[in-house]
């Protein structure tokens, strides 16, 4: 199985200010149909996961625009340009390249 | 507006079996493969399985954890997604979630399973 590791595994970020999270594959996530499946979710407190980011830097439906995503290969980022309270939560990254899907251990942001 | 609602679960004692059902709405159900994840309390996101699409021939993959005692079906006539869950141990205790195809664009609110005795 593939393994995604992120870091860090906390972060306390003050409203405003930006943050960044990173997330490594133990394969390269680059798929021959020229797609690299790499996925951002965030779990807000007591809520289901919500796609946030698919295939690096896509920004899913209703996503704003302070969520980026960026990398290649293995390494990859996610970046919040401006922290708002309600980016409070666990972020995730997960690999849909090769089965099983795998997600990294998660990424616990607090608000300062 | 695409909406996915999780139900089912419940207590039950380890070795019995449980059944969840995910009903969807606000889109053509039959053109999407469906995924089930699961999180165990105060963990990660675990993948579970999913089934394709009759059109990619309907066909289930598991997780190592759960293959041979898991098994997802579809309805794609009643716009419902199916996780049976025979030999339960207490280590399959989470809260379950549906989502639409692999990538989870789509979450439901998810039903949580107690395995205990």
């Known amino acids: 199985d593939i393994v995604m590791t992120q870091t860090p595994l906390s972060l306390s970020v003050t409203p405003g200010q930006p943050a960044s999270i990173s997330c490594k594959s133990s394969?390269?996530?680059?798929?021959?149909?020229?797609?690299?499946?790499l996925y951002w979710y965030l779990q807000k407190p007591g809520q289901s996961p919500q796609l946030l980011i698919y295939?690096?830097?896509s920004r899913f439906s209703g996503v704003p625009d302070r969520f980026s995503g960026s990398g290649s290969g293995t390494d990859f980022t996610l970046k919040i340009s401006r922290v708002e309270a309600e980016d409070v939560g666990v972020y995730y990254c997960?690999?849909?390249?090769?089965?099983?899907?795998?997600f990294g251990q998660g990424t616990k942001v607090e608000i300062k | 507006e695409v909406q996915l609602v999780e139900s089912g679960g419940g207590l039950v004692q380890p070795g019995r079996s449980l059944r969840l059902s995910c009903t969807a709405s606000?889109?053509?159900?039959?053109?999407?493969?469906m995924s089930w994840f699961r999180q165990a309390p105060g963990k990660g996101l675990e993948w579970v399985g999913f089934?394709?699409?009759?059109?990619?021939?309907?066909?289930?993959e598991y997780a190592a954890s759960v293959k041979g005692r898991f098994t997802i079906s579809r309805d794609d006539s009643k716009s419902i997604a199916y996780l049976q869950m025979n030999s339960l141990k207490t280590e399959d205790t989470a809260v379950y979630y549906c989502?639409?195809?692999?990538?989870?664009?789509?979450w439901g609110q998810g039903t949580l399973v107690t395995v205990s005795s």
């Open positions: 989502t639409r195809d692999l990538n989870a664009g789509y």
């Open positions: 606000g889109f053509t159900f039959g053109d999407y493969a």
């Open positions: 089934i394709r699409s009759k059109a990619y021939g309907g066909t289930t």
């Open positions: 394969q390269s996530l680059l798929h021959s149909d020229g797609k690299t499946y």
């Open positions: 295939e690096v830097s």
């Open positions: 997960m690999q849909g390249i090769h089965l099983p899907p795998t």
